[in-house]
C-alpha cells in the first residue's frame, strides 16, 4: 500500500493567505493523520509569476516559431537578450515562491509532516485554483530533496473514482493530431518502446472517427502530440482544420473512463485547464504540460518519462526521473524546462507502476508482448 500525502488549499488569496489540510495515511484508506496550517499573505508572488510567464512567452515567440503549442526551433542562435530577461524573471519568482514557502507557519507544517508521514511517499496537492496549480512547486523543499522521499502530483476536488480495471497488454490510443511545424511523429518511437502494449495510431483524425475510437474501444492510456491550447477551457487540434473543445470530447471521454481508461498523456502546449476537464470526467491520471513547450522539450520528456516508467518506476517517481533529467540535460538552453511537465491525479487513485516483465499495469509474470502497432 503506497503512503499519500494530500495537501489540501482551500479558497484563499495571496493578500489574505490559504488555510490548509494536510491528511497523511495510505492510498485508498482513512488518514491516520490529520494536520492544518497555512500558506501566509504573499502579495509580491502572483506579480512575479506574471513577470516570469511573460518573459517565457516572449522568449517563445522570439526565438522559437510559436503556434499556440508545441514548438519548434527555428534559429539555433538564440536571442541572448530575451533569453537573459526569461532567466531572470524565473529567478526572481523561484525567490519569491521559495521565501513564501520558507515561512515560520509553513515549516511548522512542513516538520510536522516529516514527523508523522511514512516514507517514501506522494505528496499531492489539491487545488482548484488553476493559477496554483502552475506553479513549480517542484521547487520546494519538502519534495526538493536529495533523499528522493517524496513524489508530486496536483489533483482538483476530486470526483467519485471510476475504479480503474486493467487489461493485458495495455491498449494506447495514440492520436497524432495538427503538428503543422513539429515533429510529432518522433514521439511514436517511445510509444514503440514501452513494454506490455499495443498501440492504435490515429494520425490526424477526422472528429467522428476518434470520437467513435475513443467511445466504442477499451483504452488504458490516450496519449496525444500535437497542437492544444487552453482556451475555451482546453482544446486539442486533431488535425489542420479541426479543434475539439473538451464540452466536445466529454461524453467521449466519460465513457472512455468508464471503459478502464486510466491514464492521459497530452504531450502539448498549456495543458492545465485539459486536466482540469479529465479530472471532472473522472480519469485517475494526467500527464500535461503547464505551459507552452517547445517541441526539442516535448520530445526528451516523452523519451525520459516513458523510459522510466518502462523500467518498473512507480507513475510519479517516473515523473521526478524525467523532470530531473530535463533539469540536467536541457536547461541551459530552454529555461525552466523542468518546471513544465506536471502529474494530475485523482487523490483517490491507485498508485500505477508498469510491470515491465508482467502485463503493462497488472503484476503477473508473463513473458513480453509484442507491441503491435496498427495504423488507421
Known amino acids: 500500500m503506497s503512503n499519500i500525502i494530500l495537501i489540501k488549499i482551500h479558497p484563499g488569496s495571496f493578500e489574505q493567505g490559504f488555510s490548509v489540510t494536510v491528511e497523511i495515511g495510505e492510498a485508498g484508506r482513512s488518514p491516520h493523520h490529520t494536520l492544518t496550517g497555512e500558506l501566509p499573505q504573499a502579495p509580491a508572488l502572483e506579480p512575479a509569476y506574471r513577470q516570469w510567464i511573460g518573459c517565457y512567452r516572449r522568449w517563445l515567440q522570439s526565438d522559437l516559431l510559436g503556434r499556440g503549442s508545441r514548438i519548434i526551433v527555428v534559429d539555433q542562435v538564440l536571442n541572448v537578450s530575451k533569453i537573459q530577461d526569461c532567466r531572470d524573471a524565473a529567478t526572481a519568482f523561484e525567490g519569491q515562491l521559495l521565501s513564501w514557502l520558507d515561512q515560520p507557519a509553513v515549516l511548522r507544517l512542513q516538520m510536522q509532516i516529516h514527523r508523522v508521514a511514512k516514507q517514501p511517499a506522494q505528496v499531492v496537492l489539491q487545488t482548484d485554483d488553476l493559477l496554483l496549480q502552475r506553479f513549480p512547486w517542484e521547487l520546494w523543499s519538502l519534495l526538493d530533496d536529495d533523499d528522493n522521499k517524496f513524489d508530486f502530483a496536483v489533483s482538483h476536488t476530486p470526483k467519485i473514482l471510476v475504479k480503474p480495471s486493467f487489461q493485458a497488454p495495455v491498449k494506447i490510443l495514440a492520436v497524432l493530431g495538427n503538428s503543422d511545424q513539429i515533429n510529432a511523429q518522433a514521439d511514436l518511437q517511445w510509444l514503440d518502446k514501452l513494454p506490455q502494449a499495443e498501440v492504435t495510431l490515429l494520425k490526424q483524425p477526422k472528429r467522428q472517427i476518434f470520437n467513435e475510437a475513443l467511445r466504442d474501444q477499451s483504452w488504458g492510456i490516450l496519449f496525444f502530440a500535437g497542437h492544444s491550447s487552453g482556451d475555451a477551457g482546453g482544446q486539442i487540434g486533431l488535425n489542420d482544420t479541426d479543434a475539439l473543445s473538451f464540452s466536445e470530447l466529454s461524453r467521449g471521454l466519460k465513457q472512455a473512463v468508464q471503459n478502464g481508461l486510466t491514464l492521459a498523456i497530452l504531450n502539448s502546449c498549456d495543458g492545465m485547464e485539459l486536466a482540469q476537464q479529465l479530472g471532472q470526467a473522472q480519469l485517475p491520471y494526467a500527464v500535461v504540460m503547464r505551459e507552452l513547450v517547445p517541441d526539442d522539450v516535448a520530445q526528451l520528456f516523452l523519451g525520459y518519462f516513458l523510459s522510466a516508467l518502462g523500467k518498473g518506476e512507480p507513475l510519479p517517481r517516473a515523473m521526478r526521473t524525467a523532470r530531473e533529467q ?48 496498427r495504423q488507421h
Do not use: T, Y
Not at 334 to 362: D, K, M, T
Open 326 to 373: 530535463l533539469k540536467e540535460g536541457v536547461e541551459h538552453e530552454f529555461p525552466c524546462a523542468s518546471w513544465l511537465p506536471v502529474l494530475c491525479q485523482n487523490a483517490a487513485a491507485p498508485e500505477l507502476r508498469w510491470q515491465p516483465r508482467g502485463a503493462g499495469w497488472v503484476s503477473v509474470g508473463s513473458p513480453r508482448l509484442p507491441l503491435r502497432l
